[in-house]
Structure formats: structure tokens, C-alpha cells
């Protein structure tokens, strides 16, 4: 039997797109966290992207261990060296393609430059199927000038995660609670999604009696996710009857203009200071695209790509430079906020991973390898300057490895891991 893909499942008066028939598996399961069995605050994470890469000679410290000198922009954060690890020779094995690499920044998908490349789950919505509905939101997926095509979060069946662009809708969902009518009415559209799905499940099991086993199987994955999907849709009724929490924070306003760079970025991290600190979520990803920018700073007059191949010239390396630093300086306030705000007697910098880097070690000649990376916070015994080979890199998954397991999650390989991270112990 020929079954087209192009095929829909309908019914009272709703049509769903039969799926690819490729691998799925439940992408949403509740889980107790460390943080539920414990008197211990919750511990979170925030990996930040900056996809244009890092001037390595302004970076990367000569020595390694703790007594490491602090270079131009590790200037910028030297209040924190004491809770900062500064990685070194470390890359995603057989993660290439250049520019393309920022798809596979936090999933450590091999070769995201190559035809037919299909991206695997992503550190944060990896951390974030994991901890399971006991925050409102799982997961922020933030970005700043991201294109369409651009973005660094993915579920487990591989599919991009939408971007919260917008600071100002953000805050709303978090804080405003809506008039109990409007309430009423988003939990009713709920129960017709619910609905829905109850349908096409039905409608897929009669189909399956159709086709082959191997599609029989593809498909029970199908069922599924569908019945994630409705679990998903139930948990999300259960939270819109769930006040919301308050803030003394005024609502942010949205920012157009992708030349206001550091503006944007600034009003994203304190959003994502605001999700942490009523916890409305335990996990943040944020994408700042610098491609095509002209930055409103003081000294810069070329958008950031055409600069990042400088061939040496010191025009282009001095806007590099200014650039870059704003960006460490706004890195140094969201820390600088986090460590003010405490939960449990200890500031929320301590029990919050805060993951820093770029996807290319050189972005003038597009290398993927020695990737400039920096962990801050997160409640470990930070190493200083971890430094590994430069031409036989360490597998930088294992960061992500150790990562998941200081947010008490029992899971022991993530990606292309190897292991835990060499060096890096928990405080």
C-alpha cells in the first residue's frame, strides 16, 4: 500500500497534517526534581549564544587554575572570578558547517551544515523535559535579531522551538493575570484543542490498521506524542486557575530597532531575572544574533559580519572589540542582579548555571573548533581556567553532562558525552 504523507486526518470540522513517519518519543513526562524532595531552593540554568563568535586574544586567559589573569572582557566580570570556570580547547565532536554551527550550540548535532541534517534535543529543552510542569513555563526560549531560520533550542523530535522576541509579551504572560472571564475563556479553548486531539488519535488508530508495521510503529510513537501534546494542554488548564506571581518590576517596553543591540539584550536577561525570581521557570535560553548589525555604540560604524573578517585590521578589530565588551558588560549586570536576589540564604547566582560562548573559536576563517566558553554561579567548585588541547579538543557535551546533573537530574550521557566534565566539581 502508498500512503502519501501529504494524507490529513479529519474530522468534526478540525485537520491535522499526518506526521513524517520518523522516530518520536514522549517529549514531556512529569518528574519529580531534586528541588521538590528536598528543603533546598531550585537550582536553574541559562545558556546565552552570541553567534558571531569571540575575539580569543581579549578572552582566553594564558594561565590555567584559579591564580588565571583576567583578560579585557574577563576584566569586565572580575567580581565573579571566584565563581567562574573559563574553558579552553573544547568543541562539539564533528559539530561543523561554519555559521551553521550556532543550530547545534546546545545539541552537539553532528555536522548542522550538511543536506538532510536533522538537529537532536537541545541542553535546555533536554533539562526542561526533564524537570517536568512544576513551574509554569518549562522553558524561556528568548532570542534578540534572530532571522527565521535562526535559533538554538529544539525539541527531541528535532523541530526549532519558537523565540519569545518580545520583553513586553513576556512579562505579561508571567505577571498579568487577565480578568476571571478571559481566564475562563483560554482554559475553554484549551478543552477544544483537548478535544481535537482526542479525534485525530482515533482517527490515526483506524489508519493504523492500514499500513505496514514499521509504519505501525512510527505511528504508536505518533500516539505519543499526541497523548504529550494533551497531557501538555491539561497541565496548562491546571496553571490558568493558578494566580500568578506579583512584581514590583515595571513592564518592560519592546525595543524595534536590531541596531539598539545591547538595549535588547539587557531587556531580555531582565526578564529572564524576573522568570528565575518568581520562578515561573527553572530554564532560559537566550540567541543573540549580531550578523547583519550595525550596533548603536560609540566607535562602530560596519555590521558585525563584515568585521568579523578583519584580516588583521585594526579598525575592524577596535569595533570588535567595543562591541563584544558592551556585551560582557550587560553579562556583568544580569549577574550582578542575580547575586543580589536571594532564595533559601544564598543569592540566586548561586544556584543558577549561567552558560556563556559562541559557536565558531574563529569567526574570521569560520572555525568550529576551540570554542570560546565561560560557566558562571550554579553552585560549583569553580576551576579558574580549564584548559584542554587545542588540537584534539575535550568534548564540550560534557559540560552540558554536568550541567544537567547539578540541576539533580539522574541522567548519566547527554549527546556525544563522554562523561562529566573534567575539573569541574560540585561546590
Known amino acids: 500500500m502508498s500512503l502519501s504523507r501529504r494524507k490529513f486526518l479529519r474530522g468534526a470540522g478540525i485537520a491535522l497534517s499526518l506526521p513524517m513517519l520518523d522516530a518520536m518519543v514522549p517529549a514531556f513526562r512529569r518528574k519529580a526534581s531534586a528541588a521538590e524532595t528536598s528543603s533546598n531552593p531550585p537550582r536553574r540554568m541559562i545558556a546565552i549564544q552570541s553567534n558571531m563568535g569571540i575575539l580569543s586574544q581579549h578572552f582566553f586567559p594564558t594561565a590555567t587554575g584559579s591564580d588565571f589573569e583576567l583578560t579585557a572582557y574577563l576584566d569586565i566580570l572580575k567580581d565573579f ?39 537532536s534535543i537541545s541542553l535546555d529543552q533536554f533539562a526542561a523535559e526533564q524537570l517536568g510542569p512544576i513551574t509554569r513555563f518549562p522553558s524561556f526560549v528568548l532570542d534578540v535579531n534572530a532571522e527565521s531560520t535562526q535559533g538554538m533550542a529544539f525539541s527531541r523530535s528535532g523541530v526549532k522551538v519558537p523565540a519569545e522576541k518580545s520583553p513586553a509579551k513576556l512579562y505579561a504572560k508571567m505577571f498579568l493575570q487577565g480578568k476571571p472571564s478571559e481566564v475562563e475563556a483560554r482554559i475553554a479553548d484549551l478543552g477544544r484543542g483537548r478535544s481535537s486531539l482526542d479525534f485525530v488519535s482515533d482517527d490515526a488508530k483506524r489508519l493504523a490498521k492500514t499500513v505496514g508495521a514499521a509504519d505501525q510503529a512510527r505511528l504508536d510513537q505518533y500516539y505519543s506524542a499526541v497523548r504529550d501534546l494533551e497531557r501538555q494542554l491539561e497541565l496548562a488548564q491546571e496553571w490558568e486557575r493558578k494566580p500568578k506571581p506579583t512584581t514590583t518590576a515595571p513592564a518592560p517596553t519592546d525595543i524595534s530597532e536590531n541596531k539598539k543591540l545591547i538595549d535588547k539584550i539587557r531587556l531580555m536577561l531582565d526578564v529572564a531575572r524576573l522568570g528565575f525570581e518568581s520562578d515561573s521557570t527553572r530554564v532560559v535560553s ?78 574570521a576563517s569560520h572555525d568550529n573548533k576551540n570554542l570560546p566558553m565561560l560557566l558562571l554561579g550554579g553552585g560549583f567548585k569553580h576551576a579558574g581556567h580549564l584548559s584542554f588541547d587545542n588540537t584534539k579538543n575535550y568534548p564540550l557535551p560534557n559540560l552540558y553532562l554536568s550541567m544537567l546533573q547539578r540541576m539533580g537530574l539522574p541522567i548519566d550521557k547527554f549527546a556525544t558525552s563522554t562523561g562529566t566534565m573534567r575539573g569541574l566539581d560540585f561546590a
Open 286 to 363: 537566550l540567541f543573540i544574533n549580531t550578523f547583519s548589525v550595525v550596533a548603536d555604540l560609540p566607535g562602530v560604524k560596519d555590521e558585525t559580519h563584515s568585521i568579523t573578517h578583519h584580516g588583521g585590521r585594526k579598525e575592524a578589530l577596535d569595533q570588535l572589540f567595543i562591541i563584544e565588551s558592551a556585551q560582557f558588560k550587560v553579562l556583568s549586570e544580569f549577574l550582578t542582579g542575580l547575586n543580589t536576589i536571594h532564595e533559601g540564604g544564598e543569592p540566586l547566582f548561586d544556584r543558577t548555571m549561567v552558560l556563556y560562548g559562541a559557536p565558531m573559536g574563529n569567526a
Open 81 to 119: 572570578k571566584s565563581k567562574m570556570t573559563v574553558l579552553s580547547g573544547v568543541s562539539h565532536p564533528d559539530v561543523d558547517g561554519a555559521h551553521e554551527a550556532e543550530r547545534s550550540f546546545l545539541s552537539a548535532a553532528p555536522h548542522p551544515g550538511g543536506a538532510g541534517f536533522k538537529n
